[in-house]
């Protein structure tokens, strides 16, 4: 586990008064419950995620999560510079 990440658990188990254990377990949890869909949809996208074993692991989707929210957020940002203003 990177050195970042763990800061990350850190400070979400202080903010909900757990300890880091609990919440990467928490989000073991959550994935599993989602692996376990029996939507294709949803089949489909986790056997295409990028993780290095069988399934993901919490800093994995974490990391991943937070490559989308960076790339739509550049995507927001680039559409806005490109938009005239308007006075």
């Known amino acids: 586990m990177s050195d970042a990440f763990a800061e990350l658990l850190k400070q979400v188990a202080d903010d909900?008064?757990?300890?880091p254990e609990?919440?990467?377990?928490?989000?073991?949890?959550?994935m599993a419950a989602a692996m376990a869909s029996p939507?294709?949809?949803?089949?489909?996208?986790?056997?295409?995620?990028?993780?290095?074993?069988?399934?993901?692991?919490?800093?994995?989707?974490i990391a991943f999560l937070s490559q989308i929210v960076l790339i739509e957020q550049?995507?927001?940002?680039?559409?806005?510079q490109q938009?005239?203003?308007?006075?």
């Open 39 to 61: 939507d294709p949809a949803v089949q489909a996208i986790w056997k295409d995620f990028p993780c290095a074993g069988a399934q993901p692991t919490p800093e994995e989707m």
């Open 16 to 19: 909900c008064g757990v300890t």
């Open 74 to 80: 550049l995507c927001r940002d680039a559409a806005e």
């Open 83 to 87: 938009r005239p203003l308007l006075h």
């Open 22 to 30: 609990e919440v990467y377990r928490e989000i073991e949890a959550a």
